[in-house]
């Protein structure tokens, strides 16, 4: 590095610190920051008379904000060093080892969470003043704020209480927090944020206390800096004093042993880390006794006694190379960028979710530019933000489609859904394996032994372009169908012909059914078995469902505005109609005979069915939902008769799985149990007459 690089890499150091900490905005992720920080840090090693009185080395954070009080800290507020790998470990306890003359060491190890570090002080058991960190010495004035925060307890409880207490922590926000603000802020056009740090640095820099308490902050202690009480004289045991006074520590926080217990705590969280409910970026490790950590003393900087064990980065920049628009089993469109490859979170990156139209929108996404990729765990990678600087003159807007990519037909987006779906519905070729399995499956046509492989099967070998499709299939049809899996001898397997002939005549005791099932068996969007018993109850075919207007269909209970126009809207495309029309034919223009006949609902099915809800079904709930909390959908499943359960066994009916799922989706896989996705459940409970969206 020159000179001149050196004094740029300074200026864009500053550039970068003073957006994110004073403005709250997100120019470049944290491993791009520690790069150049660190390559900073190894220029002025060489040289160091040519350091520059503005590097960011010589502070810890930025500059406190003006429109707050500034704070001076009586203890000042130090950062950590980093490592990044277990040769700098060795070389951190080698120091200490050294240092203190002891080989036997005990460490506090704790997770480093991502947040925004502060200073909470109590005088007389009440909490008097929060800072944040600043420049290590003077910080910003958020009393106010942080009192807010539930987490933070605003008088001390248990005994013993010290007259004066400097505690110090993360504010944060939890993932499952963090999500649920963004997916309603999308729906809303409200404050959508990059990261978790980025949405608690920006609630506690709010001058209006209200908008701080309205975000899902919370907060752990990790440090006595000042305290007029005999404390103890460990780091652990001065946590467990922190906690006995009721102020949160992280429940990670252990005792460990040498070199191999750092190393292996560090090995342990990095396995945990995904299915934790909060953002960490490494560990923090801490020389345990107190009396040795004032005999090691501190640098200009940092203390001598700890360090932050860094895990690979979540974010990092890379190219925008194109973005597809993918069609999902229920039409749902996703738009996904296609990108330069990057390593990031602990994998290397090509894809990256988009989320939906408003979210390109917001972003103001163009082709070629540089983009914040984020990657936490077994999360799908997403487009945190756009480095515009970095934008080429080449770029080329982003544009959502106003036609589904694969079938041609128009694409809606109902009132109060965040979602474009494609409405080819019955036709369109991305939709039709699913169209297939719900067609078939027991609450709709009910055709037994067409299992998801024998339909997949179908559809790849082009045997049907729609569900009208299966009345025209012989048992030839079926019984020589090639399934994907060999036999032990390595030839082709087949359906074979005794399950092809139940198939047909399961096929053919179909064409009977209840018009509400014959209803919910078309997959009209937002239309599940409790909706479809409404239709049928109150017209007495088929045509006056396809006829009534989105205003007669409103008058109907539990079928408003958007309901009302998803029906309309299936019916008016002319390929649905098409494919109704075929199952409905009459008996001599089918090509194997009659067509379907489809029976009035009698009140007594009508009740009969009302009452079975989910009633003996038992569902498990893991990972994070990005719209709803656990415990809402475990009341929801729970009010529709099924039960919820905290286990998987085999006779678990699904699972409901979120993001940084663990154990409970690995042991759903093993057993076979089915796995839902959020856009399933939303489905499921839709269904049965239950908007979820309603209370969120």
Not at 371 to 389: H, L, S
Not at 526 to 545: I, N, P, R, W, Y
Request: glycine share 8%.
């Amino acid at each position: 590095m020159t000179y001149e690089e050196y004094l740029k890499g300074v200026a864009d150091a500053n550039r970068y610190a003073i957006a994110y900490y004073v403005h709250d905005e997100l120019l470049v992720p944290d491993a791009e920051y520690d790069r150049l920080y660190h390559s900073l840090e190894a220029f002025e090693t060489e040289h160091p008379d040519k350091k520059a009185a503005d590097s960011p080395t010589l502070k810890v954070g930025g500059t406190a904000l003006t429109a707050f009080q500034e704070v001076t800290h009586r203890v000042p507020l130090l950062s950590l060093g980093d490592i990044f790998n277990e040769e700098e470990l060795d070389a951190f306890t080698a120091r200490i080892v050294e240092s203190t003359g002891q080989s036997a060491l005990e460490f506090c190890a704790e997770v480093k969470l991502d947040g925004l570090a502060v200073s909470i002080i109590y005088e007389k058991g009440f909490l008097t003043r929060a800072a944040t960190r600043g420049d290590s010495r003077v910080g910003e004035d958020i009393t106010e704020n942080v009192k807010t925060i539930r987490a933070v307890p605003l008088r001390l409880m248990g005994e013993n209480i010290p007259d004066y207490l400097d505690v110090r922590g993360e504010v944060f926000m939890p993932r499952d927090g963090f999500e649920a603000w963004n997916a309603r802020a999308r729906l809303t056009g409200g404050k959508v944020f990059a990261n978790p740090r980025n949405a608690a640095a920006g609630s506690l820099r709010q001058l209006d206390p209200r908008v701080t308490a309205s975000r899902p902050l919370t907060f752990n202690a990790y440090y006595i800096g000042e305290c007029s009480s005999p404390l103890p004289d460990t780091q652990y045991a001065r946590l467990q004093y922190v906690k006995g006074l009721g102020i949160p520590v992280n429940p990670e926080a252990r005792v460990v042993h040498g070199f191999e217990g750092l190393k292996d705590f560090y090995a342990e969280i990095g396995r945990k880390r995904a299915s934790l409910n909060y953002d960490i970026d490494g560990v923090v490790l801490k020389v345990n006794s107190i009396p040795l950590q004032e005999s090691l003393g501190f640098t200009s900087r940092v203390p001598r006694w700890a360090i932050a064990y860094k895990f690979p980065p979540e974010e990092e920049i890379t190219e925008l190379l194109g973005v597809d628009f993918q069609v999902g089993r229920t039409g749902a469109i996703t738009p996904v960028a296609r990108l330069k490859s990057v390593y990031v979170g602990g994998a290397t990156v090509s894809n990256a979710t988009l989320h939906n139209a408003d979210e390109i929108e917001r972003l103001d996404i163009h082709i070629g530019d540089f983009v914040i990729v984020r990657r936490a765990g077994d999360v799908i990678p997403q487009i945190a933000g756009v480095v515009r600087e970095r934008r080429p003159a080449t770029a080329v807007k982003v544009t959502f489609p106003t036609h589904c990519p694969v079938c041609g037909s128009e694409v809606e987006r109902l009132e109060g859904e965040a979602v474009t779906r494609c409405t080819g519905g019955l036709v369109c070729p991305a939709q039709l394996k699913r169209s297939l399995s719900h067609f078939v499956s027991r609450d709709a046509m009910d055709i037994e032994n067409l299992g998801d492989a024998i339909v997949e099967a179908l559809v790849d070998n082009k045997k049907v372009s729609s569900v009208a499709d299966l009345y025209t299939l012989s048992v030839d049809d079926f019984a020589y169908l090639p399934l994907d899996s060999l036999t032990a001898t390595g030839k082709q397997r087949v359906v074979g012909t005794a399950v092809a002939r139940k198939i047909v005549a399961n096929i053919d005791a179909s064409r009977t059914i209840p018009l509400n099932r014959f209803i919910y068996a078309l997959g009209i969007p937002m239309v599940g078995q409790a909706t479809a018993l409404t239709l049928a109850k109150h017209f007495a075919s088929l045509d006056e469902v396809r006829r009534a207007s989105r205003q007669e269909l409103q008058r109907l209970p539990d079928v408003g505005a958007v309901v009302a126009e998803a029906i309309a809207g299936f019916f008016e495309e002319r390929h649905n109609l098409d494919v109704i029309e075929r199952l409905t034919l009459k008996p001599e223009d089918f090509i194997l005979g009659q067509g379907l006949t489809l029976v009035p609902l009698s009140q007594t099915q009508a009740a009969t069915l009302n009452a079975e809800a989910l009633a003996g079904r038992t569902y498990v709930l893991t990972g994070t939902l990005p719209h709803f909390e656990r415990s809402q959908v475990k009341e929801w499943l729970q009010s529709l008769g099924a039960k919820v359960a905290g286990s998987v066994s085999k006779k678990t009916y699904a699972v409901v799985a979120g993001d940084a799922a663990g154990s409970k989706l690995t042991k759903a896989e093993e057993l076979g149990v089915p796995v839902m996705d959020e856009e399933e459940l939303i489905a499921l409970l839709k269904d049965n007459g239950l908007d979820p969206f309603a209370d969120a």
